[in-house]
């Protein structure tokens, strides 16, 4: 057969050469464009809100790793690459017409410098990118800043672990991948130079591969070694046990003797490579790898499985309690759960007290919160949207404010605008960002009042609303607090996609829409300036829209505001924030403020539990933002945030100035923080203690509130968080008493307005509280409270109980149990009416615990649903109270003189017009016709019976008193009909609030 030379890939034609890179600069530029665009809108939003050298500093250090790495990788590869290149044998042997290696080394060998300088620069780009993204623990580590404490077992500041490790440790693995990347590429120059020949049963290697392999190969195990010695400060971060964090007894005796054996033998190992690049001869490094991985095996992984398995686990109660005992010291400090900082006593728990032990809970009982923010968002709605382009969150928000001197708790909520709730008609892009640009106001309800009881007519359970806000000619209302500017720019309810083009109008352009009879021309600072050509041209880009360059009406003063949601504004100006999942609104000076908490973290802190963000966090409440899921192990409220409502102006002022890793960052972003002591008083008065960080640290306190190392290992005393009792508001009576509801959801931690729980009982306190039962068990185990008033804040105390006391899902089962409760709001459900129970608020009172629940109705026939509050639950011990008003339900469960209870009749104050949403028809001056309370009178008499027949085992009684019901429903579902009222009005609806 006739032989011939090696035949190459084809050539391109120059036609095609150019196509192709036409195609790759096309390619690149859409990849870049849209980059470019994005980064020059960013920078133009942070000169906006004042932090651009955030934005600055954050590009500066990307770019440099970005460089730095990629050269590093890239360079790496590129030297290994040229060595196999020069080093390559003279002649090279060819296996036949059709070798394979031949006809590649031939197409490398006409495009050379292609291969020799595109190879190494892809594979840097790569490396590039992949490491920009890690700019914070660069950053840190530039930054670091002592803790003043150190690790109990190596000594070193808490720094090197949370600011120097993470870096080396990520400096290490690049080192690791740009030598295995280039002992690959290394191996495959050679082979396709001729320098590893697989020709025979062993194939060949020249000498010079030998060596440079020898080398490369060398210094991986050398890092390898590096990396043993990194491997001693991370079994301060073992999870080896499954019972707590840290390095065990295991690690301390044989895993840490391991690693420092293993690094001996990784260093010796190195030298041997390089001593068979000298000699070439791979049987001295052959030999010292085979030492290295028996080495791992025994030394490493069996050595250390043999004493756990047959000394420390038949003895783990005194092998780990050293241990113990220091993961229980490390984690309280991380989660700052020390002792300075949470108060442990006891409490009694009483079953039975008399309203004379409660003369020094009048702060408590005086202002039990019956308003449930996360049902009355409905109701909000229903009263105070005015316009369907206005729209309240899912879930508002409790905050307090003084009334001639005395605190009170609101509920609050901001009348925000939803461009979604514009008519279908006229969602067109002029009206969806240049007409309808911002809400209206602040809505305030005093969270323990309500307008009247509803069993006194159809109207009543309502919240009692004050608002400040812009009225129908334009002017300012400024509302119960003051409010200076009630126009609202920037809320919970923006989008990402959401903007708004305001400010300078062209002539004879419409104004922005205020009221029906009033427009309004934005004159604040928030926004960017849109009116020049150039910037028109990026926004249009940006967000793919060619009205804004062509719209008339964007005048040379108009400004484009987006990135309107208060806690995605904090997030961008601190990227290194962790940031609350609610903010909340308050009047600050006048001005309507959204109050945003932002968290500094670490993923490991030697000792310390870690937690998972998400789970922890995770709650019944509707509309919650999840934190993400990521692991930490130390957290500190180290900023609170502001964000102004009507300008978008973003501060940050430090609230921890012991923090050592906030104290990192504002290394890292100089003049971004400003000191706690700039906050004004006002700001102060509405300061809350997060929520995100209370349910992190009560799930921490659960287990952590154990001291002893043989108590925690056992568990028997740990505590758990409740499932919420009350999580299915549409779930039946007879499904609940059943058990049929499954509760998967944690109740969450609620605000209350109550008497100082471990000091002056009749100081009023503004607290977020949360129960806390036995693990697996329903029975109470404490009560937790944190307190938020400036001269307290943050001062937790936590009252342990020893008795078995109901805790929430069984003071549900007791309400839902009670033959009185049961009929009715069986009744109800029957009549199409939906039965939603408000919070349940656990209350330390009188040495005992007080539940409180407020029950609300909505009718579910009907297309617009909002709730209105029915009746109150309360218990004390094994009693239970049922009633339209606070007063009368404390009245059934505590024994004395009702003269001593507070009196809250919760009417409307003068001045003040109730909501109305129906005309009545003639009553008896109670609200309800003759015919419908003799009805409802007659329902209550036959459940009455009804139960007094259950009890007798009288089945004929029985069956009279089921006739009675059946009779007296009737009447009362003709006399609704007749008095056109939802007949859930008036079976004895509502409670009244107290406060």
Known sequence: MATRPPVGLPRLSRRSRILLIVGAVVLVGLITGSRL???????????????????????????????????????????????????????????GPDDPVAR?????????????????????????????????????????????????????????????????????????????????????????????????????????????????????????????????????????????????????????????ILLCIAVFCALAFFAGAVLRNLQLPAIATVLLVLSSILVGAAWPAVLEQFSVRPNAIEKEAESISRNITATKEAFGLTDD??????????????????????????????????????????????????????????????????????????????????????????????????????????????????????????????????????????????????????????SAADYAIVGGRGEGSPGEYDTDRASYTYDGKGGVRIGGIFNKLVFAAAYGERNILFNSAIGDDSRIIFNRHPRDRVEAVAPWLTVDADPYPAVVDGRITWIVDGYTTLENYPYARRTSLAAATNDSLPGSIQQPNKQVSYIRNSVKATVDAYDGTVTLYQMDDKDPVLKAWMGVFPGTVKPGSEMSQSLREHLRYPEDLFKVQRDTLARYHVDAPRDFYSGVSFWGVPSDPTVDNATTVEQQQQGSQQQRDQQPPFYVLAGDPTGDPNKVSFQLTSALVRQNREFMASYVSVRSDPENYGKMSVLTLNNEAKGPQQIQTQFLTSGEVSGELN???????????????????????????????????????????????????????????????????LTGSAAQLPDQPGTQPPGTTPPTTTTTPPTNGNGQSSELQQAVRDIQSALAAIK???????????????????????????????????????????PTPTG
Do not use: C
Not at 46 to 56: A, H, K, L, P, T
Not at 372 to 392: E, G, M, N, W
Not at 483 to 491: A, D, E, I, L, M
Not at 870 to 891: N, R
């Open 104 to 260: 590649y080394r031939a197409v490398v060998t006409r495009r050379m410098r292609l291969f020799a300088i595109g190879l190494p620069v892809l594979v840097g780009l790569i490396a590039g990118a992949s490491a920009q993204g890690d700019w914070q623990h660069f950053q840190l580590f530039l930054n670091s800043v002592p803790f003043g404490a150190e690790d109990p077992e190596f000594q070193h500041d808490i720094s090197f672990y949370a600011f120097q490790l993470p870096f080396y440790t990520w400096l290490l693995s690049w080192l690791f991948i740009a030598t295995a990347v280039s002992f690959v590429g290394a191996v495959v120059a050679h082979y396709l130079f001729g320098g590893i020949r697989l020709a025979g049963r062993g194939g060949q290697l020249s000498g010079p591969a030998r060596t440079h392999l020898s080398i490369v190969a060398g210094v991986f195990v050398l890092l390898k070694a590096v990396a043993y010695f990194f491997d001693r400060y991370q079994l301060l971060f073992s999870d080896r046990n499954d019972k707590f964090i840290g390095a065990t007894y295991t690690d301390l005796n044989a895993v840490l003797p391991a690693k420092l």
């Open 37 to 95: 665009l994005g980064t020059y809108v960013n920078w133009l939003w942070f000169g906006e809100v004042g932090f651009r050298s955030v934005y600055g500093t954050v590009l500066a250090t990307r770019f440099g790793l970005f460089f730095a790495v990629g050269a590093l990788v890239g360079g790496l590869v590129a030297l290994n690459l040229i060595l196999a290149y020069r080093t390559r044998p003279v002649f090279v042997p060819v296996s």
């Open 948 to 990: 007094a027949a259950q009890s007798s085992g009288d089945f004929a009684a029985l069956g009279n008193a089921y006739k009675a019901l059946d009779d007296a429903t009737k009447r009362f579902e003709a006399a609704s009909a007749a008095a056109g009222q939802p007949p859930a009005s008036s079976v004895q609806p509502s």
């Open 341 to 494: 900082k949470v108060e442990t006593k006891p409490y009694e728990g009483k079953q039975n007290v008399s309203l004379d032990e409660l003369k020094n809970d009048q702060a408590t009982l005086g202002n039990i919160r019956l308003l449930d923010p996360a049902v009355i968002s409905k109701t909000f709605t229903q009263f105070q949207q005015l316009r369907p382009f206005y729209a309240f969150p899912e879930k508002l928000d409790v905050d307090r404010y003084k009334v001639d001197g005395q605190l009170q708790d609101y509920i609050v909520a901001v009348r925000e605008l939803q461009t979604s709730g514009i008519p279908e008609g006229q969602r067109d892009w002029i009206n969806q960002h240049l007409i309808y640009t911002h809400g209206n106001g602040m809505v305030f309800a005093e969270a323990s009042k309500i307008n009247s009881p509803a069993d006194q007519g159809g109207n009543g359970g309502y919240p009692v609303f004050e608002v400040a806000e812009v009225d129908p000619d334009g002017k300012v209302k400024p509302g119960p607090f003051g409010v200076q500017q009630p126009r609202t720019y920037f809320g919970e309810l923006g």
């Open 827 to 893: 009744l109800l459900t029957q009549r199409q009416t939906k039965v939603v129970y408000g919070n349940l608020l656990t209350l330390p009172v009188g040495g005992g615990l007080l539940y409180v629940e407020p029950i609300y109705i909505e009718r579910a026939s009907q297309n617009t649903q909002y709730p209105q509050l029915f009746k109150v639950l309360v218990s004390f011990g094994d009693k239970v109270g049922y009633a339209p008003t606070l007063k009368e339900a404390l009245e059934k469960v």
